[in-house]
């Protein structure tokens, strides 16, 4: 089919074209209105109709494939793997289901997932949405105030999580950080459901902590049916960093995130039932909601669900699934496959890999030699894609189900069917039309199926964050800068926002300096994120002490750099920790006190720092280039 008239067709008469798609999933009751505009920007998609998000990823597979593959666990880190059918992950998440309901979750509560890779994660999101509750998962990355913030945040009835993760082999603990968590929140849950894996011994909090297995085995032959919600009912929040430090609740609906799923398993990755999906990332992101958990088990696939790094037992590790498990798609991250291109490229040849059809790369910019390097290794289609968590599934990319098309190296592709992508000059606010004129990402409203309905209980917060209105209509911002070429193919050139994107994790800077300036000894900080060969970027803050004596010397600044980073650990997580903190006396300012954070950022990255006419205190520039000439 012709991709250009498919997208024209999406955008010019955007209610047939849904309707056509909204065939791919089940409805209980069919929509009456695609889609009501009446409250721009907000949207509703499929008003009227009852769907479920479980029905359409595991109960309507029974009738066709009950005994394929559904959940392929593997985990490297305790040496295990477990293969469930549909119908054997049907009476899990059954189970599951049963369990909560026990726990007092009805539909609309909250219930929030803090869990490694474990099968019982993939249990609990699918439990949730059969019953009508909204899960939220939290990154087992975060630590114990990420955590608060956000179950004071989503006011969770019951969380869900596990004793301990494991990395390298070593466990990870989660529920001394969990229970510091709820401390620290204003909101307390009501129960506390503990999967116990034997990793890190706990005390149970008498009263709030349930076994998860003790549980379990009441509820062994438990029935609980689907319950049937309106298609904008929301079915999960995750929560994603923006500009100021509190993180926002990404609302997504299920009747158009089912059909927006769909329709992307079928036209952009290429997935048919009784086929292998294994997307490398973790349930904590956006990647993980749509592409391990949702999207190819909407499609009948079964997904690989990897708990373990890249590079053990060795660098052969993920290929060897592909052939084992003869996995058709494949989903991963520039910086996963950088790791990769450090170990032996022998490990790429061990493997018979024709089963894979493309891999899709997403989350960060895909640089040219990484590209083609995997692209040589594997002799397959190198599939970039851009997206955020609002949206959910692709803005861009090669709609190869449509209409095969090229890829060009450094281009995630073209704008996607659903998507009216505009570039927008930022202090005009005009459109710009012109081949390679660089300007800011933004889709014309409303935005298709599948995006975020609204910031989790706060309309306005997602009006003000997101859109612009100009000439009645109304513009979402991704805050990523972009130019398309003459092709219609568009390069993405890095956030607009204080925005960072590290090894694909997006970060706050904000969020890391509210941090950093909680220890006693900082007066100040700033941090930007820095070029970075393996990571895309690393975070790099520039701190000014309260007490520098005895900071001359260079092991007192290294103690302190140290206990810096541990703030950041026990506060956000590891994820969240800088590569360096260095000291200074000043930070660049303009005369009226607005740092200079794209100044500093140049700085940093050993880059000229451009125009300089409004800063108060060039000296302090000189600081930060001595520091990072000296590094
Ligand atoms: P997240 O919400 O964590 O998925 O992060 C979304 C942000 O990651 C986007 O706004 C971009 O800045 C960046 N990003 C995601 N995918 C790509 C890509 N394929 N190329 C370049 N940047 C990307």
């Known amino acids: 089919m012709d991709f250009q008239a498919f997208h024209r067709r999406s955008i010019e008469e955007p209610e047939a074209f849904w309707a056509e798609q909204a065939k791919l999933i089940d409805w209980q009751k069919p929509f009456e209105q695609v889609r009501d505009y009446s409250r721009p920007p907000l949207v509703d998609w499929f008003v009227g109709g009852q769907t479920n998000l479980c029905h359409n990823a595991v109960d309507r597979h029974l009738k066709t494939q009950a005994d394929a593959k559904a959940l392929i666990w593997v985990s490297t ?15 899990e998440v059954q189970r599951m289901a049963a369990m909560l309901l026990e726990l007092g979750v009805g539909k609309g509560d909250r219930v929030l997932i803090y869990m490694p890779m474990i099968a019982e994660a993939c249990f609990a999101m ?5 019953i009508g509750a909204i899960h939220s998962v939290v990154f087992g990355g975060f630590a114990s105030h990420s955590l608060a913030s956000r179950i004071d945040n989503a006011t969770p009835k019951v969380i869900v999580s596990a004793d301990a993760g494991s990395r390298s082999g ?20 009501a129960k506390v459901l503990m999967v116990n894996r034997g990793l890190a011994p706990y005390t149970p909090v008498a ?7 003790a549980l379990r085995a009441k509820h062994m032959d ?9 298609a904008t009912h929301p079915s999960y929040t995750l929560y994603t960093s923006g500009t100021t430090g509190t993180p926002k609740g990404v609302q997504r609906d299920t009747g158009g995130y089912a059909v927006a799923l769909a329709a992307s398993m079928k036209h952009i990755f290429l997935g048919k039932p009784g086929e292998t999906y294994f997307s490398t990332s973790d349930i904590g992101w956006v990647v993980g909601h749509s592409y391990i958990i949702y999207g190819p088990l909407i499609a009948g696939m079964a997904t690989i669900m990897y708990e373990g790094l890249p590079t053990r037992p060795d660098g052969g590790i993920w290929w060897s699934l592909v052939e084992k498990y003869k996995v058709t798609s494949m989903f991963s991250a520039p910086t996963a496959v950088r790791v990769l291109k450090k170990q032996d490229p022998a490990y790429l040849k061990k493997y018979d890999l024709s089963s894979l059809r493309a891999l899709f790369l997403a989350g960060e910019p895909l640089d040219e030699p990484t590209a083609k390097w995997i692209a040589d290794a594997l002799g397959r289609p190198i599939i970039d894609n851009y997206w955020q968590t609002e949206t959910g599934w692709p803005i861009l990319t090669i709609c190869n189900g449509i209409e095969p098309a090229p890829s060009k190296f450094g281009s995630p592709g073209k704008a996607v069917y659903g998507y009216d992508v505009k570039l927008v000059n930022e202090s005009t606010g005009e459109e710009m039309k012109g081949a390679d004129e660089k300007g800011v990402v933004m889709i014309e409203g409303p935005l298709p199926p599948g995006c975020m309905q609204t910031v989790w209980q706060d309309d306005a917060r997602f009006v003000k964050t997101y859109w612009t209105q100009a000439n009645g209509r109304w513009l979402y911002s991704t805050f990523d800068w972009g130019i398309r070429d003459q092709d219609g193919y568009y390069f993405i050139l890095g956030r607009t926002d204080d925005v960072i994107n590290v090894a ?20 100040e900080v700033a941090v930007v994120g820095v070029a970075d060969n393996l990571k895309g970027q690393v975070a790099m803050a520039f701190a000014i002490p309260k007490d ?25 997580g590891a994820v969240a920790r800088p590569s360096r903190v260095l000291f200074v006396t000043a930070l660049p300012k303009t005369r009226s006190g607005k740092l200079l954070r794209r100044a500093l950022q140049a700085v940093a990255e050993g880059r000229d720092p451009g125009d300089l006419t409004t800063i108060e205190d060039p000296s302090a520039l000189q600081q930060v280039k001595a520091l990072v000439a000296a590094k």
């Open 504 to 523: 694909g994790h997006r970060l706050g800077t904000r969020e890391i300096e509210e941090s950093i300036s909680s220890h006693p000894n900082v007066a």
């Open 222 to 230: 438990t029935q609980v049916p689907c319950t049937w919600v309106e």
């Open 170 to 189: 070593k466990s990870v603990p989660y529920k001394g950080l969990l229970d510091e968590a709820i401390q620290l929140a204003t909101h307390k849950p």
């Open 126 to 130: 699918l439990a949730c949405a059969r």
């Open 548 to 572: 520098a004596s005895g900071l001359d010397d260079p092991a007192a600044r290294l103690k302190l750099e140290g206990e810096i980073m541990k703030v950041v650990d026990g506060q956000l």
């Open 77 to 91: 880190e305790v040496d295990k793997e477990v293969v469930y059918s549909f119908r054997e992950l049907h009476a």
């Open 207 to 213: 009263g709030r902590d349930e076994d998860y297995a």
